[in-house]
């Protein structure tokens, strides 16, 4: 536990510290006063309102609509499945910033429901709920279809056999099994709804701002710490509650009932409903998902002479940003891949001690050390970011000026989705093998080697590739520390999009289409490569 405390403490609790020290302190001493002061302003009061409801209706909206889907593709065998499950994991990894410009190709100005009826939802709420459902969806499917699948279906079966109709024995059995997974993944869309940011940002326009929209806008734009401070602690204060709750409908979950293999529990069809069912879902998703990204994909290729590659050319050249950048845009693509290459190692190296330690151990300490790995998920970046220039700016970590600040931050996110993806693994793995090559004079590093190691490989691949993805994807903490020299593909993408022009825009939704590119080519290559088909992250 050593390795992963020492790094959290030093890039993650010293830079959220610092930010809010610097926030409530004046002459050394504590100002407590300010938080009810900002508090109590009714722009403050709704932006918490806002914040909070359209949360909650982005999460009921969300279980509405991928609820079905979980049943799909946990129940159901059909062609072209496990790609398909990858498709709809693809937004999930996609930086914000992208899914929004997705968006704002579909919805805005210029896009497509505004060509063909005139339509325009941006800057309307319905616009953030719906690209909130688009990047949630793979949440809900994979966390409660993954146990849904391992569900025994012939204890509905008895049910039935007993008397009970259809609808009752699913909401006696099943639903009370499934409860724990459905609040968990309810939770974690709350908590990524909650601290939403490239999304609101881009789709709300000024008249919308969440927790983070306005952290950033009080940090960046104003330069009133004071505020930034208070709503950063809110923001902790509410994701601690979310993780706290979430870590007890975890346990539930893992300890509900005994499982069974996934492909016992899966078959065609059966009848006009089943049939009906996937057909919706198929239909869903083909809306939902694919839609938005096949509109970015088709803007990014309509330039201004017809379809073609101009805005793909332009993208390797200064001259054509405009002044936006220092580089050619097309600098962005190597920069974010080798930014996220050395997060991937830091966050592999990181979560994997990390989910050693959690698997050795017990107790209250170590499950508060879990939920400490998950907070950076939910912990305004943007404060972490801020953190970063004004803490790492003296000997021995004078890191201002270096390029490592942007993989540690990417490495941040990185790691919960590592310790998420090789725990599992590892709990698996019987303790008896390694006592046997103790016994055998083998040391620790070698029981590691020998033992783990193998039967965990593929597990880490896996969680390499989640923290590829999502490393490739930070935008809250990268906004603040990408040097102009040396931009990433989501704070490109930003700075396109926030200058005039339909080179500037286009420029924007080619850079857009080679991240979703790369995102979708990581997801597919992990479903090939992953040994847990119960689909869970």
Not at 142 to 158: H, I, K, N, Y
Not at 349 to 368: D, S
Not at 476 to 503: H, K, M, N, S
Request: glycine letters at 10%; aromatic letters at 10%; charged letters at 15%.
């Amino acid at each position: 536990m050593a390795a992963p405390l020492a790094f959290f403490a030093v890039f993650f609790a010293y830079p959220v510290a610092a930010i809010v020290g610097r926030g409530l302190k004046m002459d050394g001493a504590w100002q407590f006063g300010r938080v009810g002061d900002v508090l109590g302003r009714p722009d403050i009061l709704g932006v918490l309102w806002f914040t909070t409801w359209q949360a909650l209706a982005s999460t009921a909206l969300t279980l509405l609509i991928a609820l079905p889907g979980a049943y799909v593709f946990a129940r159901f065998a059909f062609p072209g499945k496990h790609v398909l499950r990858a498709a709809v994991t693809v937004p999930f990894v996609l930086p914000t910033v992208v899914v929004g410009t997705a968006f704002l190709a579909l919805l805005g100005r210029g896009g497509l429901l505004d060509d063909m009826w005139g339509i325009r939802l941006d800057t309307t709420v319905w616009a953030i709920l719906l690209a909130h459902v688009f990047f949630n969806y793979a949440v809900v499917v994979r966390t409660v279809g993954g146990l849904w699948s391992q569900l025994d279906p012939r204890q509905e079966e008895a049910a039935r056999v007993l008397g009970a109709g259809r609808l009752r024995a699913w909401r006696h059995v099943t639903l009370p099994a499934l409860a724990p997974a459905v609040a968990a993944a309810a939770l974690m869309v709350f908590l990524f709804t909650f601290t939403s940011f490239g999304v609101v940002q881009i789709l709300g326009g000024p008249g919308f701002s969440t927790l983070e929209v306005e952290i950033y806008r009080q940090t960046a734009q104003l330069l009133d710490l004071p505020t930034a401070a208070v709503l950063t602690l809110v923001q902790f204060a509410a994701v601690g509650a979310v993780l706290a709750v979430h870590a007890g409908t975890v346990r539930r979950r893992e300890t509900a009932l005994k499982l069974v293999d996934p492909a016992r529990t899966a078959h065609r069809p059966r009848g006009a409903g089943q049939w009906a069912l996937l057909a919706g879902v198929l239909a869903t998703v083909a809306l939902l998902i694919l839609l938005p990204l096949g509109v970015l994909v088709e803007r990014s290729l309509q330039g201004p002479d017809g379809y073609g590659f101009a805005y793909y050319r332009a993208l390797a050249s200064v001259e054509a940003s405009a002044g936006t950048f220092l580089v050619p845009p097309l600098e962005a693509v190597w920069n974010s891949l080798r930014y996220a290459l050395v997060a991937t190692a830091v966050a592999v190296v990181i979560g994997g001690l990390a989910a050693a330690a959690l698997t050795r151990r017990a107790g209250r300490l170590v499950r508060g050390f879990d939920a400490l790995l998950m907070l950076p998920l939910g912990v305004s970046a943007v404060t972490v970011g801020f953190g970063f220039l004004i803490t790492l700016d003296k000997p021995p970590l004078d890191l201002r000026a270096s390029w490592i600040l942007v993989p540690l931050a990417q490495a941040l996110v990185g790691v919960p989705f590592v310790v998420r993806t090789m725990l599992p693994v590892l709990r698996a793995v019987d303790g008896r093998l390694r006592e046997a090559a103790a016994v055998l004079g083998a040391s620790p590093l070698r029981v590691w080697r020998e033992v783990d190691l193998p039967l965990v490989g593929r597990a880490a691949l896996v969680a390499a590739g989640f923290a590829f993805a999502v490393s490739l994807g930070e935008f809250g903490a990268t906004v603040f520390i990408a040097r102009p020299d040396r931009p990433t593909l989501p704070v490109a993408v930003a700075r396109l999009l926030g200058r005039p022009g339909e080179l500037n825009y286009g420029q924007a939704m080619a850079l857009s289409t080679v991240l979703m590119v790369v995102c979708a080519v990581s997801l597919l290559a992990l479903e090939r490569i992953r040994t847990d088909r119960s689909g869970e992250f």
